[in-house]
């Protein structure tokens, strides 16, 4: 079936520098996410992006994040400086449509910032 | 705000058994209501969803859900499990008009002993 890939599955990084995590969503999907879950914590919406724009982002969405799809490339989350807090795993997804759609999410990214 | 509320965080069952998880949500508009499975160290996989018509979905692998207006639930029922079936599952809402996160409960840790 459709697969939302993610790259790396591991990431090990000091605190106060930067890092980009790659998602490549669903090939024709048109709506992008990112979840964050720290270990045995449920999952909790990050952000939402559509046409190159953020349409939605939580409180957990901090200044030092921030998302974009250069040329229908990766979907990214960058974070710059790394804080001990983001240390949690990242999961990406994507969905064709909005609403009554099926979201298909990637194997995630467990980031440790150290 | 929706919330949504998964009880037990742990229910054990054996092979062949049947089990029921339950899922409880708050929210005053019209939303889609889904539960995703979780095994350890992957992504969500999607399993079903309910927007309107018949309460009961079907899903997959033997999985259906039921949802009841007046008790605000939408629990998730598999007449006979298999030892694969342990994981984590995971119930979401999300909004049918305006925002369009998922908004994940607490999770599910399902086990079943062979």
């Known amino acids: 079936g459709p697969k939302v890939l993610q790259i790396p599955s591991h990431q090990i990084i000091d605190m106060g520098q930067m890092v980009t995590l790659n998602c490549d969503p669903v090939?024709?999907?048109?709506?992008f996410y990112w979840y964050k879950q720290i270990l045995g914590q449920q999952m909790e919406f990050l952000v939402n992006f559509y046409n190159g724009k953020v349409m939605e982002k939580s409180k957990l969405f901090k200044d030092q994040f921030s998302v974009e799809r250069p040329d229908g490339s990766y979907f990214t989350l960058k974070i710059q400086p790394t804080a001990l807090e983001d240390s949690a795993v990242y999961f990406c997804?994507?969905?064709?449509?909005?609403?009554?759609?099926?979201?298909?999410f990637g194997k995630g990214t467990r980031l440790t910032v150290v | 705000t929706q919330t949504v509320s998964q009880s037990d965080a742990h229910v054990t069952v054996f092979e062949g058994d049947s089990v029921e998880l339950r899922c409880n949500y708050s929210?005053?508009?019209?939303?889609?209501l889904s539960w995703y499975i979780q095994h350890h160290g992957r992504g969500l996989q999607f399993l079903l969803k309910?927007?309107?018509?018949?309460?009961v979905v079907q899903g997959v692998n033997g999985f259906e859900a039921e949802f009841s207006k007046s008790d605000s639930s939408f629990h998730l029922r598999k007449a006979s499990v298999h030892w694969s079936d342990s994981a984590v599952y995971f119930c979401a809402v999300s909004a049918s008009s305006g925002s369009w996160q998922l908004i994940f409960g607490s999770g599910t840790q399902l086990t079943v002993m062979p």
């Open positions: 997804a994507s969905s064709a449509d909005r609403g009554n759609t099926e979201v298909f």
């Open positions: 309910y927007y309107s018509g018949n309460p």
């Open positions: 929210y005053g508009g019209s939303i889609y």
């Open positions: 090939s024709n999907h048109l709506y």
